[in-house]
């Protein structure tokens, strides 16, 4: 029930008595109840060990095999050869900002960078403490309301980078084959919308995400790096930030994050249990189609963002005035809406819809959206 003047409406949105709340937080974000529920038990006994799995050592057998599980299982769903690899690294994508460019780009050669939204553009400022960035797109001036799709990139680039999906400004590239053949390596942050769609994820040299989102708790960073783009540069790297080392040493050069690290595991297994990439793909397709058809059809809210270049992870809307927006938030929270609140960047609001949000969260916050529209009138 919503409240007594809302009773009538039909609406299921927020149990009262269990407490459940729908979470459209941007990340760290909902995970599968089911990683909950496992993840809480290996805390107070992990598989009968009499262990915690936050006590158990990095380099005994417990742990390699479960480490071993997390790496074999995002091989398998992202269908990846052999000559790449796949890193569990500390640190979110924050620390990949400086350590691609480090490894990637030496200090007299150029890379090239797509600037989108935020990230995008504390990647590019990272970058050019080691070399020459070239800026070969941006939509900064109209405040990243859009993707720009027209650009050239050098042969002689170090690389191409890229962001796959904005979480502030939600915008998503929707078709990535802009990228292929351009005859450099191609490198792209997709800590907001890995393992969301079906990718030839081959096609790129290396990707970074932090786990936050769609691989589980915050605490660590997967790399996933074709191993023949590495040891090209002069400079000598500190060892923790060679990623040759963490191949050799299996990413356990030295202690990792274990319980973030188990907990990657523990959603990358649901995932492929849940039927893989192709599967979950469809199911945030119906997400996104359902918030966006919905806030098409009511006046009372406006999207930010060109409808070609809309994120189905991260919908960022705005209503009619501010103070319509601080009635419909506040609504939000009665109803046990979390994370609905825009970025500071943008204002309004933002519903994040990884992998693990249920659609019934989707239906809830529609039928909420409705309900909000007809009582404005």
Request: glycine fraction near 6%; aromatic fraction near 10%.
């Amino acid at each position: 029930m919503l409240t007594n003047t809302t009773e009538n409406t039909g609406l299921r949105l927020f149990n009262k008595k269990t407490g459940h709340k729908h979470n459209f937080n941007a990340g760290p974000s909902i995970l599968p109840r089911e990683v909950f529920e496992e993840a809480s038990r290996a805390v107070m006994n992990y598989n009968e060990t009499g262990l915690s799995i936050l006590e158990i050592g990095h380099r005994t057998k417990i742990f390699q095999a479960v480490i071993d599980e997390a790496i074999s299982t995002l091989k398998e769903l992202m269908h990846l050869d052999a000559s790449h690899e796949v890193l569990f690294l500390h640190g979110g994508a924050s620390t990949q900002f400086f350590q691609v460019p480090m490894n990637l780009l030496d200090e007299k050669r150029t890379a090239a960078y797509t600037d989108t939204g935020i990230w995008g553009a504390k990647a590019i400022k990272e970058a050019k403490l080691y070399g020459n960035v070239d800026v070969v797109c941006s939509s900064k001036a109209d405040n990243y309301t859009y993707l720009p799709k027209q650009f050239d990139v050098k042969k002689d680039a170090a690389y191409l980078h890229l962001t796959t999906n904005n979480t502030v400004y939600g915008t998503q590239w929707q078709d990535l084959s802009l990228f292929y053949d351009k005859g450099v390596p191609l490198v792209a942050d997709m800590s907001s919308d890995i393992l969301s769609r079906d990718l030839d994820f081959n096609r790129f040299d290396l990707i970074y995400a932090g786990a936050q989102k769609n691989i589980g708790a915050a605490g660590v960073n997967v790399v996933v790096v074709k191993k023949d783009i590495l040891g090209k540069v002069s400079r000598s790297l500190p060892t923790m930030m060679d990623y040759r080392n963490h191949i050799e040493n299996g990413s356990l050069l030295n202690t990792p994050p274990v319980f973030a690290i188990y907990v990657c595991m523990l959603t990358l297994r649901w995932l492929k249990n849940v039927g893989g990439v192709s599967a979950i793909e469809k199911v945030n397709n119906e997400k996104a189609t359902l918030l966006y058809d919905t806030l098409d059809s009511l006046p009372v809210f406006k999207g930010t963002v060109a409808k070609e270049d809309r994120s189905k992870m991260n919908a960022v809307f705005v209503a009619q005035d501010e103070a319509t927006e601080k009635e419909f938030l506040s609504l939000c929270e009665q109803e046990g809406m979390i994370g609905v609140k825009g970025h500071r960047s943008v204002g309004g609001f933002r519903a994040s819809m990884y992998n693990a949000l249920p659609l019934e969260s989707v239906q809830a916050i529609t039928d909420l959206m409705k309900y909000f529209a007809q009582r404005k009138g």
